[in-house]
Structure formats: C-alpha cells, structure tokens
C-alpha cells in the first residue's frame, strides 16, 4: 500500500501560480510512477501530469503544457506540480496518484485530493 495525501491548494486569480504538493508513505516510493489528474465539477477526470520513478521523464495533458511543471524528490517521498498561469478553467479537485507504471496510474493508489480555484 501507498498512501498520499496532497497539499497547496487554494484560490488563486488567473495568471497567478500554485504549487501543489504529494506526500508518499508507505511502500517504496521511488519504485512508484506518480502521476496528477483532476476532475471539475460535472467533467470526467483528466490527465494532467506524470514522472517516471527516477525522474527522467515526465509528461503532461495538452491543456496544461508549458504552463505546469511536475517533479519528484525520492528522498523526501514527495511530487510537486508547479502550476504557472494559471486559467479559470484550471479550476477543479487535483488528485495524485501512483502506480506500476504510467499508464496504468488510475488504476493505482490514490490522494484524497486537493481543490484549486482559479478566479477570472
């Protein structure tokens, strides 16, 4: 089992910033991908960022590239999402996620997840 519980969110203006944080525990953590989705009220959950277990690679949703920046410090078992310019339509729950591989995240372990409101 890995449990995560996430952190940062807020009310932020658009074309602010937030940085969002994961804390892992439990299993190793640096074995896991990680991985951020979101879901707003009344849409699907969405993709929004991963990182490979060491680091190396990382991938966004395209609604979010060059604006967000995801990372991973093994050492201290935390993601970050680094959230640049932000847009009212970033507005939703972010949840962090871990799994065997990335793309299989959604069928891993999950955060309780965090709320991000963007206001025009």
């Known amino acids: 089992q890995v449990q995560l519980v996430e952190s940062g969110g807020g009310l932020v203006q658009a074309g602010g910033s937030l940085r969002l944080s994961c804390a892992a525990s439990?299993?190793?953590?640096?074995?896991?991908?990680m991985g951020w989705f979101r879901q707003a009220p009344g849409k699907e959950r969405e993709f929004v960022a991963a990182?490979?277990?060491?680091?190396?690679?990382?991938y966004y949703g395209d609604s979010v590239k060059g604006r967000f920046t995801i990372s991973r410090d093994n050492v201290k078992n935390t993601v970050l999402l680094q959230m640049n310019s932000l847009k009212p339509e970033d507005t939703a729950v972010y949840y962090c996620?871990?799994?065997?591989?990335?793309?299989?995240?959604?069928?891993?372990?999950w955060g309780q997840g965090t709320q991000v409101t963007v206001s025009s």
């Open positions: 996620a871990a799994g065997s591989t990335i793309a299989t995240l959604e069928s891993g372990f």
């Open positions: 439990g299993r190793t953590f640096s074995n896991y991908p």
């Open positions: 990182i490979s277990w060491s680091g190396d690679s990382t």
